[in-house]
């Protein structure tokens, strides 16, 4: 059996080396051959060179150049140098996989013929204060919305996971991640799984450590891009792939007919106020369900207000852009964000 391993990367020196490691010390089925291909966007922060020296213990560790340096691009070249194998593993290089991950996944790709991807358990892991709070964030249904593979604490069917494992034969029925994604692209492919008759299984027996972002710049460029480039999928798909993903762009489109009510006099403006008063609240009891863990609820507030806002104006933007307007993606968006 030959499993590849796909690493997308682009300065990731701070990480790269636990998550390599973390991959090699994973347990495999007998008789398996598995090859590790960092997939790099000419990182010049020293991410290449820890590779190389890596390599030296390593002999089934390559480093491929990636000179588009965007992640679909990175997916498709390292899926095409490992050639037609029997599975294919993506692995980002902020995620540390747990030792059975590899193996518990074929096992239930091959127990289910049903079972076109698995993939487990997030554990966040932060490298400052403002991480912190952002992971905490993260973990929870009202900040990513119900369903969401982030949260979920059972295994079950669901449309999309993290860190996912493959048959080759998907990418020969369905072809490869789509280059025109800049984000979302695994949303896309997991999409075109299910349209075609394959599920997705999040195995709550498989667990990677995930170090998130630590701040909040990133967080809201994330975020905006996760929205933006979500209506793109739709548009291509013509599908809603989701329906969570219509509450923040709604949310958002409240917030400015409720600024706009200002003017419409006492009561329409203290009717208007009813949906918002209802989100402070919900935001204020889930924030200070925390307030025992180290973390201040007024941050848990704050995040759970950027992760909401900055989707939905992206989800906006996106819906101007790509639907309102015709244009093709804006390039400022294709920068992803650190």
Known sequence: MKISVVV?????????????????????PNNSELN??????????????????????????????????????AFNLGIHAGGKVDYVQIVGARQILSNNYVVKSIQ????????????????????????QVIS??????????IGNFRTLIESCYTDTVTSPMYPYWVFDKIGFFDEELIRNQDDDFNYRIKKAGGKIFFDNELSLKYYVRGSYKSLSRQFFQYGYWKVFVNKKHKAVTTLRQLAPPFFVLYIFLWLISLFGGKFIFMLSSIPLLGYISLNFY????FKDQKVKWFAIF?????????????????????????????????????
Request: aromatic residues 14%.
């Open 136 to 145: 905490k964030a993260m973990s929870t249904s009202f900040g990513m919305g």
């Open 302 to 338: 704050k995040t759970y207000l950027i992760l909401h806002v900055f989707y939905g104006l992206g989800y906006l933007k996106g819906v101007f852009d790509f639907f309102l307007f015709n244009k093709k993606p804006s390039n400022k968006q294709k920068r992803l964000s650190r």
């Open 108 to 131: 239930k790709i091959e127990n289910d013929s049903t079972v076109w991807c698995v993939g487990g358990k997030i554990i966040n892991e932060f490298i400052n204060e403002t991480g």
């Open 286 to 289: 889930f924030s200070i369900k």
């Open 36 to 73: 590790v291909f960092i997939v790099d966007g000419m990182s010049d922060d020293g991410t290449r060179q820890i590779v190389l020296n890596l390599m030296e213990n390593y002999p089934f560790l390559h480093l491929i150049d990636n000179l588009n340096l965007l992640t679909p691009f």
């Open 8 to 28: 997308p990367c682009r300065n990731e020196s701070k990480y790269i080396a636990e998550c390599i490691d973390a991959i090699f010390k994973c347990d495999l």
